[in-house]
């Protein structure tokens, strides 16, 4: 297996081609709808993933706020690119050892799947011929671009796709690896380090969605597949290893195909409508009740082979089952869960009849509404069928919440790029390039030994730290003379648990207070969550907030008073267990101590409360 990485990171330094602020908003003051189609790139040829996009027939609406501009409608032309955004994807090449062009040059990737107004996204190759040293092991870097980000998308209403243009445009910095990756854990690494890298210009905007990867996995045999999209870095691993398996399996159906002879012949199905319209119900009723048809697919040598194999849930008949979803269906039916979905065995021997097929062929049904769609899906299916053939076609697929993935498109190819005529070439002087380096922030490595040594943390806290890039809330905090493991805590657990992104809803000075409050106790560390929501909730101070939440006024006499209650209250318990009592009793105290008194402190006072009394000196 082989594996390589896009990583791309959202710059807080406003929008790349006009004056607009890069923060989301809620706020809709108007709206606006568009169909797209393709245009021809650069080649004079139609890229295969953009005629794809267009063949749905989508119709796009867009949300736009007050901060939106003309620009991010496509009615007005691009302004000069965003200085400060070009100077951070410089300072990152730099950083990545890689080599600054000497002319930047935008360019227009055509996409019309509606997440750019204009049906395409600007960007622009800043850098080649890059690394990544980590672990012992270096990583190819070979290209480094800048390109705006696309519309957000709102939701699905039937054939018809809603965006906001509140994230079209905010600056995105492209790092590309090569090939060299043997693991998902691996890719989860260089996928953090590179992560940590951007973060150092002090320019990465944080939070869910403001960094994503796309995922390239192949096997030995196979094809390039892309993950588009992956938001989350600890389902990094998950998503290369179930596609390495995905491969293999479909690798297996292959040559078990092969050794059938199956075939394909052409791309359209048979209507068999007549031999299903009096099923009452289930998938095949809801298409005929509505006039649509029924299209059958005869796969000879298919049979037995759309299941999945013993072992895992990846099977063939899923593949077929997302084509007909990318063409607009629920999905479809094939011979081997037949029969089901109110389909009898009479209707199965029925078509098989009709088709003329054997005891080792197999069959596909698909019903729509429309027979145009149907006609459509059926083709679709048709191809993936014949690319069975071959093993594993290459793809682009969207990751799904369960760690698996489906089809989203053809891989686009060379065809859907050509120049942006509004932008004119940007010269990179060498002078600028020096000016840079010398004034490159500190790398990631060089960073987290710094910490280690100067904070005494281990290298897991200092790489959660620096992976979450709150290094800077570590050292001010420290730096006023709090602990550093328990700020180390705050910041990379307690924080992110209540706000995203982390340290974001609260100011360092809150953060100072809340850390004073454990160090006097006044609570425990374990009160920090409670007083956090507390604190996001609206209270307007710190000691506001340990009021609300219940943690005030609970002093080391209170905390003795109550373990001798619940002590009493577990006499007979104590007495049958003896010191295997402890736990139950230091549950029984922390359901009502928790987060007013460090758990130290109270398993102390349980276990003077426990200790056997001293025998009394004979008279």
């Known amino acids: 297996m082989k594996a390589g990485l896009e990583v791309h990171q959202q710059l807080a330094v406003g929008k790349l081609f006009c004056g607009c602020p890069g923060e989301l908003a809620d706020e809709v003051s108007g709206t606006f709808e568009r169909r797209l189609r393709p245009s021809s790139g650069e080649n004079r040829a139609v890229d295969v993933a953009a005629a794809f996009q267009a063949a749905r027939g989508l119709t796009y609406r867009y949300e736009s706020g007050p901060a939106n501009c003309l620009v991010e409608m496509d009615e007005e032309p691009p302004h000069a690119m965003n200085a400060a955004a070009l100077e951070t994807a410089l300072t990152l090449a730099l950083l990545l050892h890689a080599r600054p062009v000497d002319e930047i040059v935008v360019m227009r990737k055509i996409v019309v799947d509606g997440s750019n107004t204009g049906g395409f996204q600007r960007t622009a190759l800043v850098a080649l011929d890059g690394s990544l040293e980590l672990g012992g092991k270096r990583y190819s870097i070979p290209t480094i671009c800048l390109e705006e980000d696309a519309a957000r998308k709102i939701r699905d209403v039937g054939e018809e796709v809603v965006y906001r243009l509140d994230r079209l445009g905010i600056p995105l910095i492209e790092i590309a690896t090569g090939p060299e990756i043997a693991s998902g854990e691996e890719a989860r690494e260089v996928a953090e380090e590179i992560g940590a890298l951007v973060r150092a210009t002090g320019r990465a905007r944080r939070g869910i969605g403001t960094v994503r ?89 298919f049979a037995g082979h759309f299941r999945s194999p013993p072992g895992t849930e990846e099977r063939l008949g899923r593949e077929l089952a997302d084509q007909a979803r990318a063409a ?238 619940v002590v009493a209250a577990d006499r007979d318990l104590i007495d049958s267990r003896g010191d295997a009592a402890f736990s139950a009793v230091m549950g029984d105290v922390m359901k009502e101590v928790r987060g007013r008194r460090d758990g130290r402190e109270v398993a102390d006072a349980v276990r003077r409360a426990l200790a056997p009394a001293a025998p009394k000196s004979e008279p």
């Open 328 to 565: 607009g269906l629920r999905g479809l039916l094939h011979s081997d869960e037949l029969p089901a979905f109110g389909v009898t065995p009479a209707h199965v021997a029925a078509i098989r009849s009709f088709l003329r097929l054997g005891p080792g062929d197999g069959f596909v049904l698909v019903a729509d509404r429309s027979a145009e769609r149907a006609a459509r899906a059926v083709a679709q299916v048709a191809r993936r069928a014949a690319e069975a053939l071959d093993g594993v076609p290459g793809e682009t697929r969207d990751p799904l919440p369960d760690g698996r993935t489906r089809y989203s498109r053809p891989l686009p190819g060379r065809d859907r790029m050509y120049p942006e005529t509004d932008v004119p070439p940007l010269s990179v002087p060498t002078e600028r390039i020096v000016q840079l380096r010398r004034a490159l922030p500190e790398r990631p490595a060089e960073l987290r030994a710094r910490l280690a040594a100067t904070l005494g943390l281990s290298d897991e806290i200092v790489r959660q730290v620096v992976a979450a890039g709150v290094v800077e809330e570590l050292e001010d905090l420290t730096g006023r003379g709090y602990p550093a493991a328990l700020v180390a805590r705050l910041v990379t657990q307690e924080v992110p648990a209540v706000v995203r992104p982390p340290t974001d809803g609260f100011s360092r000075d809150a953060l100072a207070a809340l850390l004073s409050a454990a160090r006097d106790g006044r609570i425990a560390k374990e009160g920090f969550l409670p007083v956090l929501q507390a604190l996001a909730e609206g209270a307007a101070t710190v000691p506001e907030a340990i009021e609300r939440a219940g943690l005030a006024g609970f002093t080391a006499a209170d905390l003795a008073d109550l373990v001798a209650r």
């Open 213 to 301: 990867e796309d995922l390239n996995v192949s096997v030995e045999g196979g094809h390039r597949v892309e993950i588009k999209g992956v938001q989350e870095l600890r389902k990094i691993g998950e998503y290369v290893r179930r596609e390495a398996e995905r491969q293999t399996v479909l690798l297996g159906v292959r040559d078990a195909l092969r050794a059938a002879h199956a075939s394909v012949g052409g791309l359209e199905g048979v209507d068999v409508t007549a031999l299903v319209a009096d099923i009452p119900n289930g998938p095949i009723a809801d298409a005929t009740g509505k006039g649509g048809p029924v299209l059958a697919l005869s796969l000879p040598g």
